[in-house]
């Protein structure tokens, strides 16, 4: 088989039920269901194997927050204990007083509805979730705060360990090619520290051929190629 034609190989997808390996050989991750010695996919999705861990990425997802993901949000409303805030998730997150960056706020909604207006992009760490109440978002942390500059772009959540790649790997060509930071939160929104609309648009045909290919082999090199504008 020709290099090309390996790399255009499709990693095989797993529908729900299906087996997909056993426990005495991996510990269950994502969207997998462990019964006896076998474990099973819960989703349509691909099978990655990243050392001993097996997790099943799902093909076409929402985003579940989970504690410590980076997520990029946009404010929604305040009210006298914080903000709520749209974290691209069925679920509304919310920021509290106490988890924004700066510590003296005043106690007034009208305050603080002019600290964080509605609509400001934010970039802040899951600090807690629970089956009773919303997401709890915090902004304090090295390189959390609101979003001054830069376009915001969106790929499927369950997408981004494909546009990171294994090791940041798809990141760092990306970020190499372009000359360009890419902050990526885990709820699948894209911060592109620039507003030169060619280089935009070239970030956005990345992301569109990730949606595409994320199930086949050798997408870090087809990237790296469209990037460059070599042919493959």
């Known amino acids: 088989m020709s290099q090309s034609n ?88 919310f920021l509290p007083l106490s988890e924004y960056s700066e510590k003296r706020i005043r106690l007034t909604k009208d305050s603080i509805g002019r600290i964080l207006e509605t609509e400001t992009v934010i970039t802040g760490v899951i600090k807690d979730v629970s089956i009773f109440s919303s997401p709890v978002i915090t902004m304090k942390g090295k390189g959390l705060g609101v979003v001054s500059n830069g376009t915001l772009l969106n790929i499927t959540a369950s997408k981004v360990p494909r546009l990171i790649g294994k090791k940041g790997s798809m990141l760092s060509v990306i970020e190499r090619a372009t000359g360009v930071k890419l902050t990526v939160g885990q709820n699948g929104r894209i911060i592109v520290h620039t507003e030169d609309s060619n280089i935009v648009a070239k970030i956005r045909e990345v992301i569109g051929m990730v949606e595409r290919e994320s199930h086949m082999y050798g997408l870090t090199e087809r990237v790296e190629a469209l990037l460059v504008g070599r042919k493959m």
């Open 6 to 93: 390996e790399q255009q190989r499709q990693r095989p997808i797993v529908v729900p039920g299906e087996p997909v390996g056993e426990s005495r050989f991996y510990h269950p991750g994502m969207n997998i269901l462990k019964i006896s010695d076998r474990m099973f996919s819960t989703t349509v999705g691909i099978v990655r194997v990243e050392g001993k861990r097996l997790d099943v990425i799902s093909l076409k997802s929402f985003y579940q927050p989970k504690v410590g993901d980076l997520v990029i949000g946009i404010v929604k409303e305040p009210n006298i204990a914080g903000w709520t805030v749209d974290i691209n998730s069925p679920f509304l997150a």
